[in-house]
């Protein structure tokens, strides 16, 4: 079974998030760079998971430019046998969506697999995108995955609920927490990682849909109110008659 | 001429009310499309929010966004749409891409409010913790409104609906089965909100946190450790790694507030924070706060919103 596993660098959690330009950047002034998490803990190891139990390949994919090489890297480490950046900042979903596609196209893949969303832009349009391209079925934010010969088992997230569908391979997949847990990369993982392929490829002549053409942060929280924890009448009239919400 | 996309197969959810009510506020025309087989009436109570037609496909059952982009691209084509309007939900996060994809429109993911003057439209971005503006380089545009980012609001007004065969095809995804809780409020559309943390101790003390959900209609979450542990369900589980959520009211109890819980929780309009450490951080994003421990304040809390309840009636 041959994989592909769509990863996006994004911001540490703890990152402090700024803008710069006139807030028309994100402010890169001390931030590290992870692996997606979504793309990482749980795409990336049940890809490896499934490849461990039936065999295949397990192919990382990312479009960026060479900054972004130490994060592919640590995919490498946590175990994907090779890597591909498609060299071209990642400059809207559509963009990256389809140089993705573009690359997948014709080469056989089984399975392509997101995160349900990046932390930094949260946009959960990747999956979609590359499934309409490629003409794909696609299962959003499924949080378990199976495969037994041609057939695809999940489990997805459904309004108000859960659903195990079935599809029949190639598919898309967007995966959410539940389908695997987080590996940390051990010292062979990392040496290995070192000499695994990452091709450089150029991208194919699109353009972006959208653009962002500046950032705000929220107002500041006035400080918190405190009640007295026996005077719980105050908080509902609070709630009711300053808040508003009951 | 705007277009709404919204699933009418389990009736009309506030959601789907919140979209209509956007598109109209968007000042063109407003069109619905839908799947599932909802009765004629129900669907024709959309004019009320401003939609002037309803077009329904009864033979797509909404459980294929392979399908659905067929259905929503031609109810597209046939009136001429200019914008396209989701949900940001479970559906519109499926179909809004495909769509974007199908027609060459620029997506705007996860909207929280109307467009600006300049054409830009305001979302969440890095989980909460900022906005963005974005703006579409393309003809056609498509928007996805994250829930409770506005009210649904009854202008006034009719509509008709009329039959759809969108010619969607057959669906490429199989149901094996469907688990729903019976009665539970979907969390994301939730106006208000109960959560509680590690701080209750065990899954046998939930008890007190369903009483206060339940006196004030609200529905019940939960941090990641809880769900972790398995104390409670996975879907109630509120984060960054969870459920983003933006209710008006957000009750946490007996949870720290760390920054992968705030970015989960940062959207909703009033935050109330019980906990027995005043040096807990989620004080620091709160409205309101109680230093106290939630055995004794939950139930307290019950009562007095019970006592409110029987006062306005």
Request: proline share 4%; with cysteine; glycine share 8%.
């Amino acid at each position: 079974m041959n994989i592909l596993v769509c990863i996006s660098k994004a911001p540490d959690t703890t990152s402090k998030i700024a803008f710069t330009n006139g807030n028309t950047q994100f402010d890169e002034n001390g931030v590290q760079y992870i692996v997606n998490p979504y793309d990482e803990w749980y795409a990336l190891v049940r890809a490896l998971e499934l490849k461990e139990a039936q065999g295949g390949n397990v192919t990382i994919i990312t479009v960026g430019t060479a900054s972004d090489d130490a994060v592919i890297r640590k995919a490498l480490a946590i175990g994907a046998d090779d890597a591909i950046r498609i060299d071209a900042p990642a400059t809207d979903a559509y963009f990256v969506a389809m140089q993705i596609a573009e690359y997948a196209k014709g080469k056989g893949f089984d399975l392509i697999l997101t995160g349900k969303e990046t932390i930094d832009y949260n946009g959960s349009q990747v999956a979609g995108m590359i499934a309409e391209a490629l003409e794909l079925p696609y299962i959003s934010i499924a949080t378990k995955l199976d495969v037994a010969g041609s057939t695809i088992s999940c489990e997805r997230e459904i309004v108000g609920g859960m659903q195990e569908v079935e599809v029949q391979a190639p598919a898309v997949i967007s995966c959410a927490k539940g389908m695997a847990e987080q590996r940390i990369p051990n010292m062979r993982g990392i040496m290995a990682a070192r000499t695994k392929p990452l091709n450089v490829v150029a991208p194919a002549a699109l353009e972006a849909l959208t653009t962002f053409s500046t950032y705000s942060m929220p107002a500041a929280k006035s400080s918190v109110k405190l009640i007295d924890p026996n005077n719980l009448d105050e908080l509902v009239a609070l709630l009711h008659n300053e808040a508003k919400v009951i | 001429m705007n277009l709404v996309y919204i699933n009418s197969a389990n009736g009309l959810s506030k959601a789907a009310l919140e979209t209509v009510t956007y598109a109209k506020k968007l000042g063109a025309d407003v069109a619905v499309v839908t799947n599932g087989n909802a009765a004629a009436e129900l669907l024709a109570t959309l004019g009320a929010y401003g939609a002037s037609t309803v077009l329904q496909d009864a033979g797509v059952d909404g459980q294929d966004p392979s399908q659905l982009v067929k259905l929503v691209a031609a109810a597209a084509a046939k009136v001429g749409a200019s914008t396209i309007i989701f949900s940001h939900d479970l559906i519109g996060k499926a179909v809004a891409p495909r769509l974007s994809v199908r027609l060459k429109a620029g997506l705007v993911a996860g909207a929280v409010a109307l467009p600006e003057a300049d054409g830009s439209t305001k979302v969440n971005v890095f989980s909460g913790k900022a906005f963005g503006f974005v703006k579409v380089n393309s003809a056609v545009r498509i928007i996805s409104l994250l829930p409770n980012s506005i009210q649904p609001e009854q202008t006034g007004g009719n509509c008709s609906t009329e039959a759809f065969d969108s010619q969607a095809g057959s669906s490429a995804i199989t149901i094996k089965a469907t688990k729903k809780p019976e009665g539970a409020i979907p969390l994301p559309e939730a106006e208000l909100v109960v959560s509680a943390g590690r701080g209750l101790k065990g899954p046998e003390n939930w008890g007190m946190v369903e009483d206060l959900a339940a006196a004030l209609g609200a529905a019940t979450a939960c941090s990641r450790p809880v769900a972790d542990i398995g104390w409670r369900p996975h879907h109630e589980h509120v984060g960054q790694t969870g459920v983003a959520i933006r209710p008006n009211l957000y009750i946490a109890a007996g949870i720290s507030g760390a920054i992968q819980h705030l970015a989960g929780v940062n959207g909703s309009k009033v935050i109330v924070v019980i906990n027995t450490d005043a040096e807990a951080p989620f004080f620091k994003a709160a409205d309101y706060g109680i230093v106290g421990d939630a055995f004794e304040v939950l139930p307290r809390f019950t009562a007095a919103v019970q006592r409110f309840r029987a006062a306005q009636h």
